[in-house]
């Protein structure tokens, strides 16, 4: 994780004011405890539910408010690599700290959660944190056997690559990702998806909400393919979330077996 603009890359007492751009990791603030010291949050950050209804909004992911951000006088913002706009981060760490996080991984994940922890002063919750997410993953028989490919986006189609946190995800569920050759999100073409062949067909609720209506368009390039609805959150989201993960993707391979 890289901290910016803390000129000894400590904070010496912990953050009382702090801004989350990221919503897995604003629902970790919360499970961390952190209620009265988060003041502000994106407007995709829907879990909890109380607080998507009473915090203060600063934008979306990709367009955040600046100026709003730095009217509610935050000591520490936390950012993404992937999820934010690199200029309006650089802008922020002009006048707050910014924990910019670059998760691809589980571990990479964990040490998210480790280092909130260590700048919010709740060491002790995120070092339980993240013990019971590495238990319940530990538990997971995740042999990659089941060759699959993981639809986040439709018209165009778009699946997730193998240097994505999805794609560690899936390998964790058990499934092969056909597309880990990929980088990033590609489009892919009815072609290209039929010359792979997977077994699985991963429908993702986010972002694009794929239905039972969607199926249909899949059965017609790959007739064989079980089709399965999936819960993008289980698969995309990093953080305390992790704690559901594993329970979920363990209920998925007993539903296909």
């Not at 520490?76 to 934010?84: D, H, L, M, P």
């Not at 393919?225 to 007993?254: C, H, I, Q």
Request: overall charge negative; some cysteine; proline content about 5%.
């Amino acid at each position: 994780m890289q901290l910016l603009n803390v000129l000894d890359k400590e904070m010496n007492a912990p953050a009382k004011r702090i801004v989350s751009l990221v919503p897995s990791l604003t629902e970790t603030l919360q499970d961390l405890g952190l209620e009265t010291e988060t003041v502000g949050i994106t407007k995709f950050c829907v879990h909890p539910d109380h607080w998507f209804n009473t915090k203060e909004r600063i934008g979306g992911t990709k367009q955040v408010d600046i100026e709003k951000i730095k009217s509610l006088q935050p000591d520490f913002v936390i950012a993404s690599k992937e999820e934010n706009v690199q200029e309006q981060v650089e802008a922020i760490a002009q006048f707050c700290p910014v924990l910019l996080t670059d998760i691809v991984t589980l571990q990479d994940a964990l040490d998210a959660i480790a280092c909130i922890g260590r700048y919010t002063h709740k060491h002790m919750e995120a070092e339980k944190m993240v013990a019971g997410i590495q238990t319940a993953f530990s538990q997971l028989k995740g042999n990659g056997k089941k060759k699959a490919a993981y639809f986040m986006w439709r018209q165009p189609w778009m699946v997730a690559g193998g240097d994505t946190f999805i794609h560690h995800m899936m390998e964790a569920a058990g499934f092969e990702n056909v597309f880990a050759f990929s980088t990033r999100y590609p489009q892919v073409t009815p072609e290209a998806l039929e010359q792979l062949n997977p077994d699985y067909i991963l429908l993702s609720s986010e972002p694009y909400p794929f239905s039972e209506k969607h199926k249909a368009e899949f059965e017609q390039v790959l007739p064989k393919a079980k089709l399965l609805l999936v819960d993008g959150e289980m698969f995309s989201w990093y953080g305390s979330r992790l704690l559901k993960s594993a329970a979920y993707f363990r209920t998925l391979n007993e539903i296909i077996h």
